[in-house]
Every structure is written in C-alpha cells, then in structure tokens.
C-alpha cells in the first residue's frame, strides 16, 4: 500500500498561482507514474498532469498545458503541480494519484480543494 497525502489548496483569486503537493509514503518502491487530477462539483474528474515517478517525463490535460508544471522529488517523496493564471473555472478538489503499472491508478489522496475567485 502507498499512502498520498496532498496539501497547498486554498483560496486565490483570478490570475494567481498555486502550488499543490503530495507526498508519497509506503510502498513507493512499486509506484510507476504519478498523476493529478480534479474534480469540479457536478463535472466529472478530470486529468491535470502526471510523471513518471523515476524518468521525469511529464504530460498534461488540456485544461492545464501552458498554465502548469508538474514535478517530483524523489528524494521527498513529493510530487508537485505548480499552476498558475489561474480562471474560475480552475476551481475543484484536486487529487493526487499513483499508478504501478501506468495503466490505472492504485492510490488516490483525500483531495484538496483550489478556489478561485473572480
């Protein structure tokens, strides 16, 4: 089992940035990809960004490619999800995921919720 954690939510306004984090404990060993994703009341969840827990390679939804940056440290056991111009429509629970074989995700954190006032 791997436990994920996520912290760094809050309230900002339009045009501000946030960076999210998720630190990983347990069996990081078995973890192959790490992703973020959101949900937005009513909406279904939605794919952020993810990389690879070992390789760096990153990817991106559409909603985050050019506002936002994912990364990790290894050495922390952290992943983060820096954003940034951040829109209203930005709003939701964001959640930190980890995949072991990258095809679907095992572990998911308990959320974080990012506001963003107009």
């Known amino acids: 089992q791997a436990q994920l954690v996520e912290s760094g939510g809050g309230l900002v306004q339009t045009g501000g940035s946030l960076r999210l984090s998720c630190v990983v404990s347990?069996?990081?060993?078995?973890?192959?990809?790490m992703g973020w994703f959101r949900q937005a009341p009513g909406k279904e969840r939605e794919f952020v960004a993810g990389?690879?827990?070992?390789?760096?390679?990153?990817s991106y939804g559409d909603s985050a490619k050019g506002r936002s940056t994912i990364s990790r440290d290894n050495a922390k056991n952290t992943v983060y999800l820096q954003m940034s111009s951040l829109k209203p429509e930005d709003t939701a629970v964001y959640y930190c995921?980890?995949?072991?074989?990258?095809?679907?995700?095992?572990?998911w954190g308990q959320g974080t919720q990012v506001t963003v006032s107009s």
């Open positions: 995921a980890a995949s072991r074989s990258g095809n679907e995700y095992d572990y």
């Open positions: 347990g069996r990081t060993f078995s973890i192959y990809y």
């Open positions: 990389i690879s827990w070992s390789g760096g390679s990153a």
